[in-house]
C-alpha cells in the first residue's frame, strides 16, 4: 500500500466502525477502503473509484455534520494522491 493512502485508510475505518453514522455510510466507507486496497486496478481508477462513493455518501440526507465534513476531508485527501 503506499504511503499517503495509510492515513485515508485509517480514516475510513474510524468512519467504518462510527455508530453514530447511518449504516449504509458505514458500509459505503467499508467499500471505499476496500476499492483503494485493491491493488490489481491502477491507483488513479481506484482513487477516481473511491471519491465516487464518498460524494455519494456525503450527498445522503441521513448522514450526521460530522460525518460529512469527514467525508469532505477524505475527497479532499483522495484528489492529492498520485
Same mark, same amino acid.
Given at each position: 500500500?503506499?504511503?499517503?493512502? @495509510?492515513?485515508?485508510?485509517?480514516? #475510513?475505518?474510524?468512519? *467504518? =466502525?462510527?455508530?453514530? $453514522?447511518?449504516?449504509?455510510?458505514?458500509?459505503?466507507? @467499508?467499500?471505499?477502503?476496500?476499492? #483503494?486496497?485493491?491493488? *490489481? =486496478?491502477?491507483?488513479? $481508477?481506484?482513487?477516481?473509484?473511491?471519491?465516487?462513493?464518498?460524494?455519494?455518501?456525503?450527498?445522503?440526507?441521513?448522514?450526521?455534520?460530522?460525518?460529512?465534513?469527514?467525508?469532505?476531508?477524505?475527497?479532499?485527501?483522495?484528489?492529492?494522491?498520485?
Amino acid at each position: 500500500m503506499q504511503g499517503s493512502l @495509510k492515513p485515508i485508510i485509517g480514516i #475510513l475505518e474510524q468512519l *467504518a =466502525e462510527d455508530t453514530s $453514522v447511518p449504516r449504509n455510510i458505514r458500509r459505503g466507507a @467499508k467499500e471505499a477502503k476496500e476499492r #483503494l486496497l485493491n491493488e *490489481a =486496478e491502477p491507483l488513479d $481508477v481506484r482513487t477516481a473509484s473511491a471519491i465516487f462513493m464518498l460524494d455519494e455518501l456525503a450527498n445522503d440526507p441521513n448522514i450526521p455534520i460530522h460525518g460529512r465534513t469527514l467525508i469532505w476531508d477524505l475527497i479532499s485527501q483522495l484528489e492529492t494522491v498520485q
